[in-house]
């Protein structure tokens, strides 16, 4: 009875397999999108909406979130990608140097950014410790959270908005990356991406979570007691998206990429907490942000923030970074 | 006699806070919010397919690690061949493997760069699918049906299978019908371990699943991705759907090895 | 009688063949890609801080885990067979339970349970003693169902002479009982002891995985397979595989000459 039990099984799942397989094989054109960790509730209405066009009638959009850093990895090891949309560049740029990305894939208006958003503070209702500003969070007692920057995207602008920040108070580059250490000592925990680390923050631990304003506001639709400030000193968020070269092939992927950059989609990204690019998007008072006093961007050399090719070799190299010394104390 | 009840009450107390608090709370949890949620959280279809996932992938490692596990066993109990030894031991270290070495090492072997990358130029796809998700499946749950067969057939002894061959049947003959009969709870039991570990495997394809919705997600991946995006009650009902499938293996345990206690 | 024989080698021979597909090809991928960058980076890899403070705790909580387990594993498994109750078929059944549950699962579980939120005002998420309590329950089955057999086989005569004696029961169990438990216990702490070095999904969430203090090695594996340093995860990865195989040889070889010595 067992044997024939263990040889019919699988034959019949082989069987199902099959009727599965052919069934899913249908006339749509399938294009994958591989993205990092919090833009999911923004890609679960975008996606059905551009599948909704008479550009997306035939398109079925896989989906795949995870850390940046790792998602990237994830591609240059083989997962198929037709679309990438990541946290930061340097995570495309790796991609570039694998010969997945096309190395123009930053040559349009917007040089291949989506979104933008602000670094931000989360604390809990009511900001009972009373975090304000950044030396707020390296007082002593202070549990911090913030990502593993060797795996998230999130966690390395955290890190470039913190250093930033102390750079535009006018400390020297040194005393900037002495007060990166103090802010370690105050993390006790390192998930591995953003979306993670909004988990961790959310079920109790920490005082402070240092995350993406879209993610913030993503937290408090999520029902979690947590309120958000956006720092006097903060960095310009920048989201890139690319075709990768499979991607390239499909006029349909190219469309999906255009419509990114559509008001709708736009409006989207902005319905979920992300600051629109499209200036007429951004101009309309439902998604009118607050500018922060002090906003800077990677770029802003006079804070020496020379771009991400230079900060992600000098802060994040995982044998020689500036991080390496500093989370390794 | 204190001693007695003082020795009860620890282990039975040991044993509440550790396993049944935690396995009551899954439930509680899942349906705290009344039975339609938890219901939506895993008919939706995110989930049936990851549910699916699971189920595909246990139905094709089990079958196969008990198809070559009882043909290792007997290979390795009846009959003496050079490297006998080392079959053994190679068979038993997937349970010193931490399962996300097992990933690292499919994720070595075949993605960009490893020795068997040229599949996927060729377009067979092994990591990031349902193909190297059953490898890393197959290769840690491979031990149990070997491991379970092994002290039976040593212990059943030959005299049968013996009698059998001098009397002129066949080997697959004396295989079905006096072997087989001879390991059959010992298959059974090695099956249930085979396929609760199959069903609960996590760290091996969490490194070489890729994540991709509706397509690489199986329910323990799923129960993760929910419990990370907030959504605590999929998280949870996703869990229980695991934790009934436990228990019915569980049972299952209980069936073919219904002697452990007095 | 020749062709059976053909027919029993040909099925080894492809048996032998999955198993080497399975088992040994990735496997040799995984330590050749370790060396592949030569030995001394092999050795930086291994040495580095983080990766050596995992290694450690990995061992460490292994270990003392795996003694636990022998202490309470018995002490279950002694009133599993020797008492009754009611309701004892059911908590029999149940310890087999951290075995078919997925690791998620039941780390979701304990981080709602003794994590910030949980409901009995106990927090061990973050901490060592969160790491300490996963392992437990994942490491629960292995003693207990090891010694279980052996003690239903055990012939109660020499027990009742030592007692009839006027032996005491600590005396009794301790010089009689035990000796006889002690290769299944350690075979049940062998196992315990693999299971606890190689666990993720129980540990990944509630042990907060900070560097130096409660992240474990096949946490570092894998945060160094996200990283895109594939070759510092597979030094690890083999080291820690060759330490863990040392200890079961040890238990092994231990359990070997205590039984022979019995005999």
Known sequence: MRRISVTFLPLAFLAAVIVVGAHAAGAKTTLSLVAYSTPKDAYAKIVPTFESTPAGKDVALTQSYGASGDQ?????????????????????????????????????????????????????????????????????????????????????????AAYGAQRAQGKSDKQAIDYLKKLFKNVPVLPKSAREATQVFASGKGDVLLTYENEAIYANKKGVHTEYLVPKQTILIQNPVALTKSGLKHSEAKAFLKFLWSSKAQKLYGDTGYRPVLKSVAKSPKYNYKTPKSLFTIDSKSLGLRGWKSVQYRFFDHNNGVMVKVIGH | M??????????????????????????????????????????????????????????????????????????????????????????????????????????????????????????????????????????????????????????????????????????????????????????????????????????????????????????????????EGFNTTGAFAASVLLALIALITVLGMRLFRPTEEA | MVSGRAGGALARGIAVCYLSLIVLVPLAALIWSSRANGMHTFWAEVTKPEASAALKLTLGAALLVATFNAITGTAIAWVLVRDSFPGKAAVNAVIDLPF????IVAGLVLLELYGPNGPFGVNVAFQRTGLVLALLFVTLPFVVRAVQPVLLELDRDMEEAAESLGAGRMATFRRIVFPNLLPAILSGVALAFARAVGEFGAVVLISGNVPFKTEVSSVYIAGQIESDNPAGAAAVSVVLLLISLGVLLLIGAFRHWRTRHDR
């Not at chain 2, 620890?10 to 039975?35: I, K, M, N, Q, S």
């Not at chain 2, 396929?195 to 495997?201: F, K, L, N, W």
């Open chain 2, 2 to 227: 204190i001693a007695r009840y003082a020795l009860r009450l620890g282990a039975l107390g040991y044993l509440a806070l550790l396993l049944l608090v935690p396995v009551g709370l899954v439930f509680y949890r899942t349906f705290e919010h009344g039975f339609h949620p938890a219901w939506a959280a895993v008919t939706n279809p995110q989930a049936q397919h990851a549910l699916w996932m699971t189920l595909i992938i246990a139905g094709i490692a089990v079958p196969l690690n008990t198809l070559f596990g009882v043909v290792l066993a007997i290979a390795l109990v009846r009959h003496r061949f050079p490297g006998r030894g080392l079959v053994n031991a190679i068979v038993d270290l997937p349970l010193a493997l931490s399962p996300v070495v097992v990933g690292l090492a499919l994720y070595l072997l075949y993605g960009t760069g490893g020795w068997l990358n040229t599949l996927s130029q060729h377009g067979i796809k092994i990591l990031f699918s349902l193909t190297g998700m059953t490898l890393a499946t197959i290769f840690i749950s491979l031990p149990f049906v070997v491991r379970e067969v092994v002290p039976v057939l040593r212990e059943v002894g030959t005299d049968q299978e013996q009698a059998a061959e001098t009397l002129g049947a066949a080997a697959f003959t004396t295989f079905r019908r006096i072997t087989l009969p001879a390991i059959r709870w010992a298959v059974g039991y090695g099956v249930v371990l085979t396929t609760a570990r199959a069903i609960g495997e996590f760290g091996a394809v969490s490194v070489v699943s890729g994540r991709i919705e509706g397509k690489t997600e199986t329910l323990p991946l799923y129960v993760q991705s929910q419990f």
């Open chain 3, 100 to 103: 078919a549950l997925p690791t």
């Open chain 1, 72 to 160: 990237a990895r994830a591609v240059a090891a083989g997962l198929s990608a037709d679309i990438v949309a990541l946290s930061l560049e340097p995570d495309v740029t790796t991609l570039v140097k694998k010969g997945l990305v096309p190395s123009n894939w930053d040559k349009n208006r917007y040089h291949g950014i989506v979104t933008d958003s602000v670094v931000v503070f989360v604390v809990r209702d009511g900001n009972p410790k009373s975090i304000h500003t950044w030396a707020d969070l390296t007082k002593n007692g202070i549990q911090v959270v913030t990502p593993n920057p060797f795996t998230s995207g999130g966690a390395r602008w955290n890190v470039m």
